[in-house]
């Protein structure tokens, strides 16, 4: 989806440790730095699966992205120009949005700050690198974006390029907040391995929140405007949200890295399962519906 050109930003949701722009405190390893490859590593991807496929790692933006920091993402327009600015204005939509949404739940959402690096960084999860992808740290509360990971996405594991696809990505590692506060992220870690395990429900289940945020994103409107950050979605947008999800599927993954699949070894579901799990989240809006730990194979 596109946002509308005069959304108001909020970059201090964000944090920006590109290059000089705040490289930020060395931190401790809170929970294992294992934790880092289990909650959204590459949306789920195994990095050891991608040996000899991808590029990643370079720490190189795309062109588009601009050189100014993130401090002058203000508008929606920009938002449609700059990939930067596209992850602030995404998370400034689920920051919105899941306050409300979970209310009724007697769910207190908090904030998470998203940051936005290159190269690596340091997290409360240990230390990571563009090679780990975007993810969630349960340890400091935070989503971290590398900018080259989303060309990744489209020119290496065959993604659509279209906007949605992008504001998936974010709003995938935001399902991994949603799970941190409902208390059932490390879940994950108690089973790691195989089609129906924990850690597939839990990447799943991530998934599933972010195609509830979808379904109300271009009707959530702007605290500063009162209109809706995002246009009206069409199908071609849900289309490009669904490529997303079926590009970071283990058994495509696998196929492309070792001309075979093992079922066995998943950590983050299928891409059938990936794309099932974001339609249900799109179409149902309802967070009960996205527990993928109550289905026998989910």
């Not at 964000?14 to 590593?41: F, H, N």
């Not at 065959?158 to 941190?180: K, M, N, R, T, W």
Request: negative net charge; glycine residues 14%.
């Amino acid at each position: 989806m596109s946002f509308n050109d005069g959304a108001q930003l909020d970059p201090s949701q964000a944090e920006d440790r590109r290059g000089g722009m705040g490289t930020g405190k060395k931190v401790g390893i809170g929970l294992g730095g294992g934790l880092v490859l289990l909650i959204g590593a590459l949306l789920g991807i195994n990095p050891s699966l991608l040996e000899g496929l991808t590029g990643a790692g370079t720490g190189q933006e795309p062109a588009a992205t601009g050189t100014q920091g993130i401090a002058a993402c203000k508008t929606g327009a920009q938002a449609n120009e700059r990939l930067d600015c596209r992850i602030v204005g995404t998370a400034n939509s689920l920051n919105d949005f899941w306050p409300a949404y979970l209310k009724p739940y007697g769910v207190d959402y908090t904030v998470p700050t998203t940051v936005i690096f290159s190269n690596g960084t340091n997290t409360a999860c240990g230390p990571a690198t563009t090679d780990v992808g975007p993810f969630y740290c349960p340890g400091d509360g935070k989503a971290y974006f590398d900018p080259a990971f989303f060309q990744e996405l489209e020119t290496r594991f065959g993604s659509s390029g279209g906007p949605l696809a992008q504001e998936y990505v974010v709003a995938h590692e935001f399902g991994h907040h949603i799970q941190d506060l409902l208390g059932t992220i490390g879940r994950a870690q108690q089973d790691p391995q195989g089609a129906a395990s924990a850690s597939v429900r839990t990447e799943l289940q991530a998934d599933c929140y972010a195609g509830i945020w979808i379904r109300y994103a271009s009707s959530q409107p702007d605290p500063a405007t009162g209109q809706p950050f995002l246009e009206k979605i069409t199908q071609k947008d849900l289309n490009d949200a669904l490529s997303a999800a079926s590009s970071v599927g283990d058994d495509r993954i696998q196929q492309a890295a070792t001309g075979s699949t093992n079922p066995e070894t998943w950590t983050h579901g299928s891409s059938a399962q990936r794309q099932k799990w974001l339609y249900t989240g799109y179409q149902t809006a309802d967070l009960q519906s996205c527990d993928t730990f109550a289905v026998k194979t989910p």
